[in-house]
């Protein structure tokens, strides 16, 4: 049967219940949903206020003074001890909409990964509650920059909702992640990771053990972005918060191998199936320089067949950095991809393109005579 395991870590929310409601009420087979639920509460109210949540068919709560919690990883790892055995996994915040037949919707498109071994992950657009769905793009991951930690950020970016399955990629987003429940054997949450660096983190530990990223072309779920205060947070309950953080990205550094340990993390290392400088590669992401390939990224945005707006800004800001002009026209040129990079670049900003380089698009493809 086509279970599905729904995994929310709950730090103190109000939204947790209407979350859950939610995920019940937009499922066209509701009967095959299971959650596990990783409560941590602050006061006696709040431990009882999910009693209703006690009353749902195959609802699993590890309920947890919020004294004792240590971050968004180790209460991940806490909800995944709750599985047992569904075939699919969908990993949320406890703060989300869902859009009707998600859970059908979810595994149409799993199956439409090229890939035995897919997960579907993105940014979900946001709303307001109790109900306000604020937009309806789905849209990809790329890499932003590394802070002053070594830690890597994520953006969203794209619009594909004109596609017609979902779009190879390269980055997780922790809110929002569904796949074929194995992968809580073979890529369990590090509970040693606090917060900054657990979607690059586990996206390299996925893929170097096999797992293949997808960011869905439809909209399946909303995620509650501006709260204005009103969520309590984990560090802000927290005064030693920090000293968390400084273990978690220490072992973010050493994983990834931009600074040298000794130490064996097995399961929560990288994979064997692949390599970290395959998956550099990949996303044009250098750990240990702590540096990304500007160039890359513009040709990944260039070559786009539509350019929506937030894209165009991008490539704008793209192009204000250091681009290693030819290698760039080398790679687009033999992978056949000169002529869409070319008329993109003419059309969005042709006076931050370098005469001398222009002139060689030319040449290839205006039959300039030399």
Known sequence: METIFIQIAAYRDREL???????????????????????????????????LLRQINNCRIKAIPATQSRGAGWARAKTQKLWQGERYTLQIDSHMRLATGWDTQLIEMLAQCPSDKA???????????????????????????????????????????????????????????????????????????????????????????????????????????????????????????????????QRFRQITGSEFSSKKFKVYGLG??????????????????????NDLELLQLGVRTQIDSPTADRIRTLLKEDIDWTSLIDTAYHHGLLPLLYHNLNTICPEAVPSATFVTLLKLFVLIPT
């Open 17 to 51: 219940i209407p979350t859950v409601q939610d995920a019940i009420a937009q499922a066209t087979h509701p009967e095959r949903l299971s959650f596990g639920i990783c409560w941590q509460y602050q006061t006696e109210e709040e431990l009882n206020s999910i009693n």
């Open 119 to 249: 997960i579907l992950s993105a940014y979900p657009p946001a709303y307001e509650p109790p109900r306000n769905l604020l937009g309806n793009t789905p849209s990809r991951l790329v890499a932003n920059r590394f802070n002053e930690s070594g830690i890597l950020g994520l953006v969203a970016t794209d619009d594909l909702s004109n596609y017609s399955s979902p779009q190879p990629g390269a980055f997780i987003a922790a809110g929002f992640v569904f796949s074929d429940a194995l992968i809580i054997k073979e890529v369990p949450y590090d509970p040693n990771i606090y917060f900054l660096g657990e979607e690059v983190l586990f996206s390299a530990r996925a893929w170097t053990r096999g797992w293949d990223i997808f960011h869905p072309h439809r909209v399946v779920c909303w995620h509650y972005y501006h709260s204005n205060g009103k969520r309590s947070v984990h560090w802000a309950d927290h005064q030693d918060w920090w000293t968390h953080n400084q273990v978690s990205e």
């Open 272 to 293: 064997t199936t692949r390599t970290l400088a395959e998956y550099e590669a990949l996303t044009g992401i250098h750990f240990q320089q702590r540096r990304k390939d």
